[in-house]
């Protein structure tokens, strides 16, 4: 079974600046199969990425994924006080087998 | 515009029974993978189970046995059966569309499972 470790686990960041979110996959996984979710607080999860690198339709251009193998990364730029939420990476396995990391809990000053 | 209403949620004796539905509008269920995802109170996500276009079922290891996930497609609603519900299955339940990610989410319905 596939495990997602997502760090840091809070981020503590100013607006206008830039964050790094990472996931760590415990074995190497399909790109196509990784996706990355923001939860605002009260609300439903969104998807911003699929594909590891795809935006979801009406997400801004300042969200944005890459990486491959075990070692995936969500970068969101210029970082506003509406950017503040849990964010998720999600793994689709055979099987079928859904997997999310615990999430990064993105703080804005 | 695709929309995801949840209903059903409330307050549950442990091994009672509930039944969630999920209504959809904007797009035919029947032509989309459908799922469940939960959420326990202030932790993360965890998918529930899906069902296919094909009709096939898959579930989580902790609920099979339990749950069943269905659809009535005349009517595009998503249900998931609850049977023989315990104190770990309290959480926000949500409907999404989807494979291998979920696009659209409802806005969940609360599940508590308390004596």
């Known amino acids: 079974e596939i495990v997602l470790t997502q760090s840091p686990g809070t981020l503590s960041l100013s607006p206008g600046e830039g964050a790094t979110l990472s996931c760590r996959a415990s074995?190497?996984?399909?790109?196509?199969?990784l996706a990355w979710y923001q939860q605002k607080p009260g609300q439903s999860p969104r998807l911003l990425i699929y594909?590891?690198?795809s935006r979801a339709t009406g997400i801004p251009d300042r969200f944005s994924g890459s990486g491959s193998g075990t070692d995936f990364t969500l970068t969101i730029n210029r970082l506003k006080p509406e950017d503040v939420a849990v964010y998720y990476c999600?793994?689709?396995?055979?099987?079928?087998?859904?997997?999310f990391g615990q999430g990064t809990r993105l703080e804005i000053k | 515009e695709v929309q995801l209403v949840e209903s059903g949620g409330g307050l549950i004796q442990p091994g009672g029974s509930l039944r969630l539905s999920c209504t959809a509008s904007?797009?035919?269920?029947?032509?989309?993978?459908m799922n469940w995802v939960r959420q326990a109170p202030g932790k993360g996500l965890e998918w529930v189970s899906v069902?296919?276009?094909?009709?096939?079922?898959y579930y989580e290891d902790s609920v099979k046995g339990r749950f069943t996930i269905s659809r009535d497609n005349p009517k595009n609603i998503l249900y998931l059966e609850m049977n023989g519900l315990r104190a770990d299955d309290t959480a926000v339940y949500y409907c999404?569309?989807?494979?291998?990610?979920?696009?659209?989410w409802g806005q969940g319905t609360l599940v508590t499972v308390s004596s």
């Open positions: 069902v296919y276009t094909d009709g096939s079922t």
């Open positions: 999404a569309t989807g494979r291998p990610s979920f696009d659209y």
């Open positions: 999600q793994h689709y396995g055979s099987s079928p087998k859904y997997t």
């Open positions: 594909a590891a690198s």
């Open positions: 904007g797009f035919t269920i029947s032509s989309k993978y």
């Open positions: 074995q190497t996984i399909i790109s196509t199969y």
